[in-house]
């Protein structure tokens, strides 16, 4: 490791929480090098964003208060400064990158405002010179027309372009060290590893020194050049990637590495190279040239015309009883419209649904009536799809007593079997769904889909947002309710590793189109299109010699530094 620029030495942080102290940062040490990527590593509340928050003296409670350790950077013991003098500090020397853009950038303010205001309260630069030193930064965050866009606002960008602005953002105070707190989290897989290689090539111009925070390992290993493993508020293992990554030191590391879907090809594929898919001669969803228009904001001078973009555009599909297939693309594609114009949540514009040999479009009260009766969705987030009043034994309760399949007498030992099936402890019928971890809360949403006693599960990114060990035991439980249950499950998602662990078939959408479908092996060996290949590149592999976004290219992906 390089010189230190940062050193942080027996850092504890407690909170008191209905009258009781708990630890929640355990006496963690360690540096940070000049101009060195240090991955902090570790599942929800392992205490990462909690550390970098002591670091600035940002923590998120009046409750939660550093109780002990040093934070040295340069001669200064950060723990000892004032509010002014950390005022200082936050922004021209230590800046710090959030997870959601969205949240942390002023939604009524300019995006080259944002970066100028940091200019001109750290630097002291004219209005004039902050704009010119703005619209530069936002050059090299990649805006591809930074003049231009100077003047537009948060919500005219991608997420993507949105995580670059916050990057800009803390880059306007040309601070020594930078904070990236899972900026890639909620990102496509192709935006994640933009982003990445962005924050490595601001190392290589800049000489910045980076905290880079993350649940992935993947991530850390074609980034990073030091790996920082923490669990429970405790620093459980410290070292060099290679070192860490080929021979992990710590049961939970190993754990972690296991999770993993970037596995390599062998140890993934086996299943998929023998199985054989259902052969039934009738499928049971068929999809026929399916349009979903949406109209666009304003609106059109041409009397009797409405201007509209077509969410879904010409997509035709079928899938057998039984079968698993995983619909990927990046936000905006089409993918959770079609989810939803599947389950007749969103009209048609034209073309036909066929569910179990009903057409929505022309028997569109009886397919209904099927359709919710014999399928089922799994949403992205667990906790908002899940109502807070109540608990999940009264909710399982409600669909089944409203699906009426199940006698009422058999109701309450219906709940019982349905949390057995999703590995959840039966006491978590009496629990609601904010005393229940993530993981948790999307067992009980699937618990809740099977209660529909569906042949259809539609699973639209429900293990985004979760850490990679929960991700790992979701599409385990997938695997073994599929097995159990002859379901047909359509598994929506960005990450084509994870599809490769469970589908059968990929379906790679693109702007509201299918450019690609076949066996997930087929697929993955030899891609037919570019943005797939692309897809595949930007997996982010526990492989630290594999470059990041190999096989990534302007040509190949020329969309994603659009706004």
């Known amino acids: 490791m390089s010189e ?3 050193s942080i030495r027996d850092l504890t942080v407690h909170a008191m929480l209905d009258g009781e102290t708990r630890k929640l940062i355990d006496a963690v040490s360690f540096d940070l090098g000049r101009g060195e990527i240090l991955g902090l590593v570790g599942e929800s509340g392992s205490g990462k964003s909690m550390i970098c928050r002591a670091l600035v003296q940002l923590l998120p409670s009046k409750a939660i208060a550093i109780t002990g350790g040093s934070v040295m950077l340069g001669a200064r013991d950060l723990m000892t400064l004032g509010d002014d003098a950390m005022r200082a500090v936050r922004g021209a020397e230590i800046g710090m990158v959030f997870q959601n853009p969205t949240s942390h950038l002023d939604p009524v303010m300019r995006i080259g405002d944002q970066i100028a205001e940091g200019l001109r309260y750290h630097q002291g630069k004219s209005r004039h010179d902050a704009k010119a030193m703005a619209i530069d930064i936002l050059a090299q965050v990649g805006f591809p027309d930074p003049q231009r866009q100077y003047g537009n606002y948060p919500h005219e960008f991608s997420g993507g372009m949105r995580q670059r602005a916050m990057i800009a953002v803390a880059l306007s105070c040309n601070p020594e060290i930078l904070i990236a707190d899972e900026p890639t989290t909620a990102l496509d897989v192709t935006i994640q590893a933009q982003i990445l290689k962005l924050l490595m090539d601001l190392r290589d111009a800049r000489g910045l020194s980076i905290i880079l925070i993350t649940h992935d390992l993947g991530i850390v290993a074609q980034t990073c050049d030091r790996i920082a493993v923490l669990r429970h508020g405790r620093l459980l293992e410290l070292g060099d990637k290679r070192q860490v990554l080929s021979a992990p030191q710590h049961a939970y590391t190993v754990s972690l590495l296991e999770s993993h879907p970037s596995m390599p090809e062998d140890a993934i594929l086996p299943a998929l190279r023998t199985a054989s898919l259902p052969t039934a001669a009738k499928p049971l969803l068929e999809i026929d040239d399916l349009v979903v228009r949406f109209p666009t904001p304003g609106f059109s001078l041409l009397k009797g015309s409405k201007p509209a973009v077509a969410a879904v ?23 959770s419209t079609l989810a939803r114009a599947i389950l007749g949540l969103t009209p048609l514009s034209s073309g036909h649904i066929s ?14 009536a099927k ?9 992205q987030d667990p906790y908002n799809a899940l109502n807070p009043r109540m608990s999940i034994g009264t909710m399982l309760a409600e669909v089944l007593t409203v699906q009426n399949k199940v006698p009422a007498n058999r109701i309450p030992a219906r709940v019982l079997e349905l949390l ?23 067992r009980a949403g699937i618990a809740r889909a099977l209660a529909v006693d569906p042949k259809l599960i539609i699973a639209d990114e429900c293990v985004a947002a979760l850490d990679v060990t929960i991700q790992a035991q979701i599409i385990d439980l997938f695997r073994d309710l599929k097995s159990a249950m002859n379901l047909t499950l359509l598994f929506i998602a960005h990450d084509l590793a994870i599809v490769r662990n469970l589908c059968d078939r990929v379906v790679v959408m693109y702007r509201g189109q299918i450019v690609e479908e076949g066996l997930c092996e087929d697929v993955f060996a030899r891609p037919q299109h570019a943005y797939t290949a692309a897809l595949i590149a930007a997996i982010p592999d526990i492989d630290p010699d594999k470059p990041l976004m190999a096989g990534l290219s302007a040509e190949t992906i020329p969309h994603l530094l659009t706004a």
């Open 4 to 6: 230190p620029i940062l």
């Open 313 to 335: 555009n010409g997509v035709s599909l079928r899938v057998m009883p039984g079968e698993t297939v995983g619909i990927v693309g990046e936000s905006g594609s089409g993918k």
């Open 420 to 442: 057995d099936l999703v590995g959840l402890d039966r006491e978590f019928a009496t629990r609601r769904p904010q005393s229940m971890s993530g993981g948790q809360c999307q």
């Open 371 to 379: 359709i919710r009766t014999q399928s089922a969705m799994v949403f």
């Open 355 to 368: 569910f179990d040999g009903l057409d929505l479009a022309q028997q569109r009260r009886q397919t209904l």
